[in-house]
């Protein structure tokens, strides 16, 4: 299997001169097509410092960090908006936009382009909404929904523009435990379907067994077993 994501070395500090804080130190991970990795790590350990990295959101000088075949380390930002594009972000807190329903925030994320018209997109995001089970919700407006049907609808969005690679951050920490593993195992059976990589940051001890492979930061370096 190729490498989608793969980090060499990456160190990442917060600050400059005195004032420098190291939180990635030599980072070095190599993460295959398809795979599911959850990073686990204690508070501050640079967990969502490190996603965000990945995501393409945040500048890092050195090092090496391959997304996609691209690399990111002091590169253009053109290159990282191209590729950003083909990253679906599921958050903590979900992101929905609160005057729209559950299939207008869904499709909202669909490019617009010469290629699709909106009544294809617009049944593109209904056929990923009944995908994760709220084909009966399409017009309800995130207030009306549970934190968990929330959190699926922020699952069907990062998934209806068939990203190569899912980045989440705590998407479980808003929820209890039922329904975190529900939204999860969800998220891990259509990823697989699509061979879609997850990279998933977490504290949440209650899912650890989706992982194909669980990664622990602590101080900035990931713990070798
Ligand atoms: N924008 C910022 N500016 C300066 N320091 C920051 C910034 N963001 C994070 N940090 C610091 O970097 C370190 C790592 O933060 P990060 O959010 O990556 O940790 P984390 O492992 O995700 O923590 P948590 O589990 O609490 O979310 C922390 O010490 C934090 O204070």
Redesign the pocket.
Known sequence: MPSVIEVDHLNFS??SGALT?P?LKNVTISIEEGEIVLIT?P???????FLTIIGGLRQAFHGSVKVLGHQFVNSNEQIKVKTRQQIGYIFQQHNLLKSLTALQNVCMTLEINAVTTEQQRSSRAAEMLIAVGLGDRLDYKPDQLSGGQRQRVSIARALVGQPKIILADEPTASLDKQSGHEAVSLLKRLAKESHTTILL?T?DYRILDIADRVVE?EDGMIKQE
């Open positions: 917060f600050g804080q939180v790590g508070s501050g350990s640079g967990k969502t410092t940051v504290h930061l």
